[in-house]
Structures are given as structure tokens and as C-alpha cells.
């Protein structure tokens, strides 16, 4: 379909919006510092599987100078399955330490500031502004990428450039919650091995080859998880970004 850029991305963001407005993202959290934790842990790993570990990991650590006091052994026994277990405790005991003595405990609103902390990138630092503070930040996870790769909306393969990419069509005071939609699209219909092109509703925009191949091989697609409580994923240092 031979449509403008602009209307491109209006008939995109109509089919976010009708599809996944109003869906929080999908790690647990209650209180900013555990949504920090959280996505520090959803690095390399499911939100699934970092929402089994947490209830524990929350009930047993509550403040930053809780996590920053741990006994390692036992952090990592904790968050054991969200994998890289050793890196994810080291990156979160001195990370809370950091917040602890340079930002009186309390977690910082700023992109400088975030990516400073240890097991915090741009990714993760992306959710935090976002989520926590309400400051318009693009996150590029591993869904964002593959989603705007195949829509076209970039040609890149690194996530800043992508993040850039978007920004440029995507309204400013959106941008956390459009990408947070890219993100279930990725998650839900546009899926790695399997994407749902035969039900996609935005399947006559999509300029992606391989789309018409899985056009035929529709399967019924999960849907996303009910609304709950109330996010993403980026690498501590030790896996990768
Ligand atoms: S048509 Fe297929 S490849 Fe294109 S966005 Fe939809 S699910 Fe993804």
C-alpha cells in the first residue's frame, strides 16, 4: 500500500491505540524503587519470570538501603531464575548503594543520572523516566527493534538509532506509551518465530517480505495479560545491553 510516511504512522498509532491503549506494562511493582529492580532483573529474561521472583525479593528487600545492605549469597539465591543471577545482584546491591549516598534513596529523574547507576542503561533508564517521572522516553527493547524493523520505521540495528528513528514520527508527549504498544505488538502479534501477519491488522502497511509466508500460517494469537497492577527490560552490566 502506497501511503505518505505521515499516514503511515497515523494508521499505526490508530491500531496501538484501539489494541493496546490502557495496558500497563507487565512487570509487578508497587513502588518506584521495585519497578528499578524489576527491569534491572528483565534484562535477558521475562517479565513473566521476573514477576515469580519478585513477590519475594519485595517482601524481603523494601528500601535502597535494604538491597544495598544484602548478603549477596542470599540476593542471589532470590533472583536466581531470572538468569545471570550474580551480575543482576552485584549491579543491584551497588546500584541501590550509589542511590543510597548520592541521591538520598531516592531513585533520580534524570537520563545522566539514571545511566551512572549500575545495571541501569539507556533502556532501562528509558523505563524509569517514563514510568516513573511521566518524561516522554522511547524504549527500545528486543520487540521495539524487530517490530520497527519489519514496519520499516527504521533501518538501523542499534537501539539508540532506533530510538531516534521513532522519535522522529512518533508525537513527542507519546513516546513512552506508543513504544510500550510496540513493544505488546512485538510481544503478542508480531512475535519472533511465529508473527500473527495473517491476523495483523496492520498487515497492508507492513512492507516486511517474509510477511505474505506467515500470512498463511495464522494461529490464534495470545492476548495480552489483563490489566493487573501495574514494565521492560535492559542489560545489567555482565549481560548484555
Ligand atoms: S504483518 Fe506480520 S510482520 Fe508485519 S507487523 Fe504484522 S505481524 Fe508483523
Known amino acids: 500500500m502506497n501511503l505518505s510516511k505521515k499516514d503511515k504512522t497515523a494508521r499505526l498509532v490508530a491500531y496501538l ?16 524503587l521495585q519497578l528499578l529492580v524489576a527491569t534491572i532483573l528483565s534484562a535477558q529474561c521475562t517479565d513473566e519470570r521476573v514477576n515469580r521472583v519478585t513477590p519475594v525479593l519485595f ?52 537520563l545522566e543520572e539514571l545511566v551512572q ?13 517514563g514510568n516513573l517521572f511521566g518524561k516522554p522516553a522511547i524504549v527500545v527493547d528486543t520487540h521495539v527493534k524487530r517490530v520497527s524493523q519489519r514496519l520499516g520505521l527504521t533501518r538501523s540495528d542499534d537501539p539508540n538509532r532506533i530510538e531516534q528513528d521513532l522519535g522522529k514520527i512518533l508525537p513527542p ?36 517480505r517474509e510477511k505474505t509466508v506467515y500470512s498463511r500460517e495464522a494461529k490464534p494469537a495470545r492476548t495480552a495479560r489483563p490489566v493487573k497492577r501495574a514494565a521492560a527490560k535492559t542489560a545489567p552490566r555482565g549481560p548484555s545491553r
Open 17 to 32: 491505540d484501539r489494541k493496546f491503549k490502557g495496558r500497563p506494562i507487565e512487570l509487578d511493582y508497587a513502588m518506584p
Open 117 to 129: 547507576l549500575p545495571g541501569v542503561w539507556r533502556k532501562t533508564a528509558n523505563v524509569i523516566l
Open 173 to 208: 508527549r507519546r513516546w513512552t506509551e506508543l513504544s510500550h504498544h510496540l513493544l505488546l505488538h512485538g510481544r503478542y502479534v508480531c512475535t519472533a518465530k511465529a508473527p500473527r501477519c495473517g491476523e495483523c491488522e496492520i498487515y497492508p502497511i507492513c512492507p516486511w
Open 59 to 110: 517482601r524481603r528487600y523494601r528500601t535502597a538501603s535494604d538491597y544495598a545492605g544484602a548478603d549477596p549469597a542470599e540476593l542471589e539465591g532470590i533472583i536466581r531464575s531470572t538468569g545471570f543471577f550474580r551480575a543482576k545482584a552485584r549491579n543491584i546491591i551497588r546500584c541501590c548503594s550509589l542511590i543510597r549516598e548520592k541521591h538520598a534513596g531516592k531513585i533520580p529523574d534524570t
